[in-house]
Each structure stands twice: as structure tokens, then as C-alpha cells.
């Protein structure tokens, strides 16, 4: 189920422009080219940085298995990255290739294609979208740690209104401590980078959100507990991919710690949610 309220333009817009290819105008043949012609200094260099960053966020990526280590992974980001420089094209019409490359070239890792697909993918187009690493000016840090901070507060009150319409139990006090979560996260934000108040902002906010909750319930009908855990999910998988969004920046190394804890906060949410569906007669 959509929560289409709680996106920020501040994300819109730099999803935006990081979709934007290197050498815009160009034929993509013609930057693939150029990218393997590179000298072999440069291109390790490349791999090295791609390396790097893939060890840092692996964990929250969507098709990520939670207790699957990055040594699981790596060797399909490294099939990924080194195909995007070796195959032009788009990836779509090499994943037949890849797939049996895979086979070969898989190493330790014990997962099979289905479960590698998204790495490998999300490896090469990383690989072909990358440009030199250009680090927010203060004012775009401060609107993106205050996109964050909003988005927090936006998350707590779609489950405070979730939790109204759930019935006493498990699921409640899971989304109570949900909700104490997200609303200590915006204020750890808030107190760590000296975010200004915005309360008007707040409110208009709020309206919002409530007439998106109403929507969402007259579509739903009777608020039945697997409606009401898809909602809370939706809302809290919304605020993963903005703190995924922000972790592709080039961020300060403290600034980068804050929302790398705050983002594996969201994502141990959404698995707990998971678990619940196991464990709860739905």
C-alpha cells in the first residue's frame, strides 16, 4: 500500500539528478568506452571506491537476507561493477551472461542468482551513473538532515494513527516502541546538527498526513491487522529509502555514522514487523 505523503522533495530532487549518466548527451556506448580505456591505476582505483561503498551499505539494500555477511555479497557487486565497464549496453541484455557468469565466478559465496540479481544490478548501475564524488554544500546537508528529520516525525504519526485502529496486543506495543523511536531519532537529529524548529511546517505537515490516512482507510475498509501492519510497513520502508538516499552522498565521517545507526534502527523495524506476521494469527 503507497504513503505517497511522506516523500520529501529534497530526495525527489537528488534522486533526480544522481540518475543523471556521466557525460549526459553522449552515447552510452561511447562512457562505457571511455571508462575501460581507463589506465589499470585508475581503474583499481574505481573498483577500490566501489568496494568500499558497497561494504558500507550492503546491509540496507532492499534485497538484502538479514544475517548474510558482506563476503556473501561481494563477489556479486564486483560481477556487477566490472560488467558495466565491459559490456555496453543495458543490463537487461546481458543478464544471461551474468547469470552463467555467476556460476563461475561466485567464490564462497552460497547465494544463488535470485538471491544476487539485485546486487549485481544495482552494482552496474551504480558503476555507470558514478561521477566524481561531489560532497553537499552545508545548506543542502542541513536540508537533507531536516528532510530526515521531518520524515521521522512523519513516520511516528502514520503509526500513531495505525495504533488507534489496531486492536490491544503485540502489534501495539510494537508500533509504541516504533513510534519512541523514530521521534528520538528526529530529535537526535534535531540536537546533533542544531536543525532549526519548524512548526508551522510541522503542522501543515500533520494535516496532510491525516487526510492521507483517511484516504488510505476508506480504501482499505475494515482496519483488520494485516491491513494496518502493511501500512506500517509501507510508512517505515518509505523512511529506509530516504536514509538510503542520504547514505549515497558524499556525507561528513560523523554524520555518516548518526544515520548509518538510525537507518539498521529502521530496517531491525521492518524485520520485527516481519516476525510478528510469523508469529501472530493474521
Same mark, same amino acid.
Given at each position: 500500500?503507497?504513503?505517497?505523503w511522506?516523500?520529501?522533495?529534497?530526495?525527489?530532487?537528488?534522486?533526480?539528478?544522481q540518475?543523471?549518466?556521466?557525460?549526459?548527451?553522449r552515447? !552510452? #556506448?561511447? &562512457?562505457?568506452?571511455?571508462?575501460?580505456?581507463?589506465?589499470?591505476? =585508475? /581503474? +583499481?582505483?574505481?573498483? $577500490?571506491?566501489?568496494?568500499?561503498?558497497?561494504?558500507?551499505?550492503y546491509?540496507?539494500?532492499?534485497?538484502?537476507?538479514?544475517?548474510?555477511?558482506?563476503?556473501?555479497?561481494?563477489?556479486?557487486y564486483?560481477?556487477?561493477?566490472?560488467?558495466?565497464?565491459?559490456?555496453?549496453?543495458?543490463?537487461?541484455?546481458v543478464?544471461?551472461?551474468?547469470?552463467?557468469?555467476?556460476?563461475?565466478?561466485?567464490?564462497?559465496?552460497?547465494l544463488?542468482?535470485?538471491?544476487?540479481?539485485?546486487?549485481?544490478?544495482?552494482?552496474?548501475?551504480?558503476?555507470?551513473?558514478?561521477?566524481?564524488?561531489?560532497?553537499?554544500?552545508?545548506?543542502?546537508?542541513?536540508?537533507?538532515?531536516?528532510?530526515?528529520?521531518?520524515?521521522?516525525?512523519?513516520?511516528?504519526?502514520?503509526?500513531?494513527?495505525?495504533?488507534? !485502529? #489496531?486492536? &490491544?496486543?503485540?502489534?501495539?506495543?510494537?508500533?509504541?516502541?516504533? =513510534? /519512541? +523511536?523514530?521521534?528520538? $531519532?528526529?530529535?537526535?537529529?534535531?540536537?546533533?546538527?542544531?536543525?532549526?524548529?519548524?512548526?508551522?511546517?510541522?503542522?501543515?505537515l500533520?494535516a496532510?498526513?491525516?487526510?492521507?490516512?483517511?484516504?488510505?482507510?476508506?480504501?482499505?475498509?475494515?482496519?483488520?491487522?494485516?491491513?494496518?501492519?502493511?501500512?506500517?510497513?509501507?510508512?517505515?520502508?518509505?523512511?529506509?529509502?530516504?536514509?538510503?538516499?542520504?547514505?549515497?552522498?558524499?556525507?561528513p565521517?560523523?554524520?555518516?555514522?548518526?544515520?548509518?545507526?538510525?537507518?539498521?534502527?529502521?530496517?531491525?523495524?521492518?524485520?520485527?514487523?516481519?516476525?510478528?506476521?510469523?508469529?501472530?494469527?493474521?
Amino acid at each position: 500500500m503507497p504513503a505517497p505523503w511522506i516523500a520529501d522533495d529534497f530526495f525527489l530532487r537528488r534522486t533526480q539528478r544522481q540518475l543523471r549518466p556521466v557525460g549526459a548527451g553522449r552515447s !552510452q #556506448a561511447a &562512457a562505457t568506452s571511455d571508462a575501460a580505456n581507463e589506465s589499470p591505476k =585508475i /581503474q +583499481a582505483n574505481h573498483e $577500490a571506491a566501489q568496494d568500499e561503498f558497497w561494504h558500507d551499505h550492503y546491509h540496507l539494500e532492499s534485497y538484502y537476507v538479514s544475517g548474510r555477511g558482506y563476503d556473501q555479497y561481494r563477489p556479486a557487486y564486483e560481477l556487477g561493477w566490472r560488467a558495466a565497464l565491459q559490456y555496453p549496453g543495458d543490463f537487461a541484455s546481458v543478464v544471461p551472461v551474468l547469470e552463467a557468469q555467476w556460476q563461475r565466478d561466485r567464490g564462497t559465496s552460497l547465494l544463488d542468482w535470485r538471491q544476487v540479481s539485485g546486487a549485481v544490478k544495482a552494482a552496474w548501475e551504480r558503476m555507470r551513473h558514478a561521477g566524481p564524488t561531489v560532497g553537499l554544500s552545508h545548506l543542502q546537508l542541513l536540508a537533507m538532515l531536516q528532510a530526515l528529520q521531518r520524515l521521522n516525525l512523519q513516520t511516528a504519526k502514520c503509526l500513531r494513527l495505525a495504533v488507534e !485502529q #489496531a486492536p &490491544a496486543g503485540l502489534l501495539q506495543q510494537m508500533l509504541q516502541r516504533h =513510534i /519512541q +523511536a523514530f521521534e528520538a $531519532a528526529s530529535a537526535e537529529l534535531q540536537h546533533e546538527f542544531a536543525l532549526p524548529a519548524h512548526d508551522r511546517h510541522g503542522r501543515r505537515l500533520s494535516a496532510t498526513l491525516q487526510r492521507g490516512w483517511e484516504s488510505v482507510k476508506a480504501l482499505m475498509g475494515q482496519p483488520t491487522m494485516p491491513r494496518l501492519m502493511d501500512a506500517s510497513e509501507d510508512a517505515e520502508r518509505m523512511l529506509l529509502v530516504a536514509y538510503r538516499g542520504a547514505l549515497r552522498e558524499s556525507l561528513p565521517e560523523a554524520t555518516r555514522t548518526v544515520l548509518q545507526r538510525q537507518a539498521m534502527a529502521v530496517q531491525r523495524g521492518i524485520e520485527a514487523l516481519h516476525w510478528l506476521r510469523s508469529c501472530l494469527p493474521l
